[in-house]
């Protein structure tokens, strides 16, 4: 992934380490890296294989790659970004963008040959739609340059989308199973229905039409079947020519039957008053011989309509009871066949093993969206529910940033045997860059290189796993992750809070400075024209030299200024709110007209541009963007209100409202009025 332009330098490194230091190996080389790619096609045999590998690991090492990483060039993650912001943006990703590949790498520690043993699998999955439903197909973004990158590596498109391995996420297979429920429980109340007359009234003439043509057509199939005449069945094929609606008798365990194909539901049920009428008509002497049950057969959860003869009401009872488990029972090998990769993540979440990945917030937070639900929307709450499932997660990034002496680590002082199918190989030098698959094994290896140095001793609890979560010298780098793809903020998935990132180059350190979010204001639909130095040149002349600290330009559209106190924000929200309202000569020649452009200019504090990032629009311009948000329209004259910490979907009121505030019911300083907006700005 273009994200990770570590891992080019470091494997080729380590690569040409390895390759000189197995030189003289007595295993066998090989002409490319031992990688076991994984489609459909051997997905079951593959999932048996890692399932003894990772019970067996001391660590699982995993690697993604996606359609993209932003939706939008302002969706970038910025110093500006406070924590709650970066986490909306990665949320953002996840949920636009599919993942194409996954990699997973168990290693185990072999003490007699002192070396870990490796097996990189590389997963192709894609959301193909396994189980008909009434909802829309999967949707996913493709950002252009991530395929372009995946491409330059000969990433294999076409495997992905017609040999991708599909998946369930555990929100989405307890809606299937929810379904699944309902639907037994209208077998259940099948034969109730069956004996409801009066659930179907005839509408029209159409109607007593085709009721009297369906009666007349069972009562000649079932006059066929009881005197056993063999051109019954071919006449009720062949009743239908022409027409969608097919009237075919077939057999249904070991029981004759109609299908009913073509038909609309007021049709069908008009086809189960028949039946009723049928069961009403016959003699006490035979009516059991002419009983009717309606059953739907479930394929993929959807039912076929069949009409089946029965001769006793405890046959149709026994039908209904079989047909009832052997849908439930089709229904819930078909959802466990849907569930697909999501078998591997189960794997790795009911093992407790060491989850091992670089720079992996996104990657995590993927592999919480598709695989068990909905991202929550705080950070907090993500870290909370992800601890549940995957309690152990270190971040090689974190590690290689903790410590000069780890940054220049070159020379490998771990041996690792790659081991696909009982082959063992230690030559991996022509391996398959930004595979996946790869991509996890390099992961891993950069971690047992990083833990040598800091002190881990591999033998120490061997031949039993070696439990590293839990090893004291890499207690304080577990579960810390950067939050973003982008910057030094850490989260703590123990707490869900923001941590002091350890960093050991000074310059790193000095670069990012202390922000202070409450005197940040956002700024957007400012003449395009200006540049950041002179937004902050025109802030100065009327708060002061010093009362801009710096002006960070999201793009072309909108700008962040951070100013010096927190009363400068009030103060420039309010006086910005006085000029617009003004059309006097003073207004005009005022310092700022030339940032405001006469009421053009759009402005809030800094929780207008959370709101922003919490939404899920995403067009080219954080402007356009922003005015979609907060509903500013063209001649429509808006108030902005954005309270510190509150959401804005609690307090905004629609562009179809009253939108204005009076002074009595919130503060002037809150308050940022759009007038006349631009047909263009819209």
Request: proline share 3%; hydrophobic share 40%.
């Amino acid at each position: 992934m273009s994200k990770k332009q570590w891992l080019p330098r470091l494997s080729r490194a380590l690569s040409r380490a390895y390759s000189s230091s197995s030189a003289s190996s007595s295993s066998p080389s090989s002409t490319s890296f031992p990688l076991k790619h994984v489609t459909k096609s051997n997905f079951e045999s593959a999932l048996a294989e890692l399932r003894a590998h990772v019970r067996a690991a001391d660590f699982v090492a995993i690697d993604l790659e996606m359609t993209g990483v932003i939706s939008a060039p302002w969706r970038e993650s910025f110093e500006f970004d406070r924590f709650d912001v970066r986490y909306l943006k990665v949320k953002d990703s996840v949920e636009k963008f599919a993942v194409v590949q996954f990699g997973v790498c168990p290693f185990r520690w072999d003490s007699q040959r002192q070396s870990f043993i490796a097996h990189p699998h590389n997963f192709f999955v894609f959301p193909r739609e396994e189980l008909l439903s009434s909802g829309p197909s999967p949707e996913f973004l493709c950002q252009t340059s991530s395929l372009d990158f995946l491409a330059k590596y000969q990433f294999d498109f076409n495997t992905c989308i017609r040999e991708g391995i599909s998946y369930l996420s555990r929100g989405e297979e307890d809606e299937a199973l929810r379904r699944l429920t309902l639907h037994c429980k209208r077998l259940s109340d099948l034969s109730k229905e069956s004996e409801d007359g009066e659930g179907t009234t005839l509408l029209n003439i159409t109607d007593v039409l085709f009721s009297k043509r369906m009666k007349d057509k069972l009562s000649e199939w079932r006059s066929g079947l009881l005197h056993s005449t063999r051109n019954a069945t071919s006449q009720c094929h062949d009743m239908s020519k022409g027409s969608k609606q097919q009237f075919q008798t077939v057999f249904f365990k070991m029981r004759p039957a109609v299908s009913l194909n073509g038909f609309t539901s007021h049709q069908l049920n008009l086809i189960r008053m028949v039946c009723f009428c049928f069961m009403l008509e016959g003699s006490p002497r035979n009516i059991s011989k002419i009983l009717y049950s309606f059953v739907p057969v479930v394929k993929t959860l959807v039912q076929e309509q069949l009409v089946v003869y029965t001769d006793t009401e405890s046959d149709k009872a026994l039908l209904l009871t079989e047909v009832k488990n052997e849908s439930h029972r089709d229904a819930e090998k078909k959802i466990k066949a849907a569930i697909g990769f999501r078998h591997v993540i189960d794997l790795l979440s009911s093992e407790k093993k060491l989850i091992v990945g670089h720079n992996c917030f996104l990657d995590i937070a993927h592999v919480y969206s598709k695989f068990l639900g909905p991202l929550p929307c705080t950070a907090e709450e993500f870290a909370s529910s992800l601890n549940k499932h995957f309690p152990y997660i270190v971040d090689t990034k974190i590690l290689l940033n903790s410590s000069d002496d780890l940054t220049r680590v070159v020379a490998p002082s771990v041996k690792v045997e790659v081991e696909m199918d009982d082959t063992r190989s230690t030559d991996w030098n022509s391996g398959a860059k930004h595979e996946a698959g790869f991509d996890a094994f390099m992961t891993g290896c950069i971690f047992a290189q990083a833990c040598h140095h800091l002190g881990v001793n591999f033998n120490q609890h061997s031949p039993s796993p070696l439990n590293l979560a839990l090893n004291e010298n890499l207690q304080k780098h577990i579960n810390r992750l950067y939050l973003s793809w982008f910057n030094w903020n850490i989260i703590d998935l123990i707490t869900g809070k923001q941590v002091d990132a350890v960093v050991s180059n000074s310059s790193l350190s000095k670069r990012f400075s202390k922000i202070v979010f409450e005197n940040v204001v956002l700024i957007w639909r400012f003449p395009s024209k200006l540049k950041a130095r002179e937004i902050k040149e025109c802030l100065c002349k009327v708060f002061g030299p010093t009362s801009v600290a710096s002006v960070f330009r999201v793009d072309e559209s909108a700008v962040l200024v951070h100013f010096s106190k927190p009363e400068f924000v009030s103060d420039f929200l309010l006086l910005k709110e006085t000029l617009d309202g003004s059309n006097d000569v003073i207004s005009a020649v005022h310092p700022l007209s030339g940032i405001l452009e006469r009421g053009k200019t759009c402005a809030a504090n800094y929780e207008a541009y959370k709101e922003i990032c919490r939404s899920p629009v995403s067009m080219a311009l954080l402007a356009d963007s922003a005015d979609d948000v907060f509903g500013l329209g063209r001649r429509r004259k808006t108030a902005v209100l954005v309270g510190e910490g509150e959401s804005w979907n609690e307090g905004r009121t629609s562009v179809g409202e009253e939108v204005y505030k009076s002074s009595s019911s919130c503060s002037s300083r809150d308050v940022v009025e759009v007038e006349e907006m631009r047909a263009t700005h819209m």
